[in-house]
């Protein structure tokens, strides 16, 4: 069964600061996919990262992949209030339904 | 582009009663996805279609629910006999064929049993 692990699942961080949010996915899978939800709205697509040492950037977000250690990286530089929502990764198992994490719940402080 | 629309945003009934959600997914959208999310948790699969074909079923999706898709466009998710664990918000998402395609999630349908 897929697994798939978030660290933090809470962070509180001020403004300006820079962060990493890990995931972590217990069986090989070579498609990963990151989200962010804000409350009571849906999931809003982040980037989708395809192979082994895929790195995408979008503002000051930015994830990474590495198969091997089954390993996402996102990364939050310089943070901004606007950031602060629950950000999720999820991963694909041959199927096509998505197995998700439990999300990082983040806040980001002025 | 008006993006993945459910109906209705909200829904109240007592256990016992039946219930059925629509998705209309984006227009050129031939995959189609329904999850289920509790409060603090990430969504859970429970079934997805290509076109009008359900090609796959999580063991989440018990003899209760039933999922269809019969014109290849919206599709329904029915529950019979609601349960207090059957509370949830349900996401419908879609995507275009292809292994690198990101699904699109609507705005769900909050689901509250009494």
């Known amino acids: 069964e897929l697994k798939v692990e978030q660290n933090p699942l809470f962070l509180s961080m001020q403004e300006g600061k820079n962060y990493t949010i890990y995931c972590n996915y217990s069986t090989t899978s070579d498609r990963l996919y990151w989200y962010r939800q804000d409350p009571g709205k849906s999931l809003e697509s982040l980037f989708v990262l395809l192979s082994n040492g895929a790195v995408k950037q979008e503002g000051r977000l930015m994830a990474s992949l590495d198969t091997k250690a089954r390993l996402s990286t996102l990364h939050i530089t310089a943070a901004v209030h606007d950031l602060s929502a629950t950000y999720f990764c999820?991963?694909?198992?041959?199927?096509?339904?998505?197995?998700f994490g439990k999300g990082t719940h983040l806040i980001i402080q002025p | 582009d008006t993006g993945v629309s459910q109906d209705p945003r909200h829904k109240i009934t007592k256990r016992g009663q039946n219930v059925t959600f629509r998705c209309d997914p984006i227009?050129?959208?031939?995959?189609l996805y329904w999850y289920r999310q509790t409060l603090g948790q990430g969504p859970e699969f429970l079934t997805y279609?290509?076109?009008?074909?359900?090609?796959?079923k999580s063991r989440l999706l018990s003899d209760r629910f039933s999922a269809e898709r019969p014109k290849g466009s919206f599709s329904t998710l029915e529950i019979q006999r609601t349960e207090q664990g059957d509370s949830a918000m349900y996401l419908c998402?879609?995507?275009?064929?292809?292994?690198?395609?990101?699904?699109?999630f609507g705005d769900g349908t909050r689901l509250s049993i009494l």
């Open positions: 227009s050129e959208h031939n995959r």
């Open positions: 998402a879609s995507s275009l064929e292809g292994w690198n395609q990101p699904q699109h």
């Open positions: 279609f290509q076109n009008e074909a359900q090609l796959e």
């Open positions: 999820a991963v694909n198992l041959g199927s096509d339904g998505l197995t």
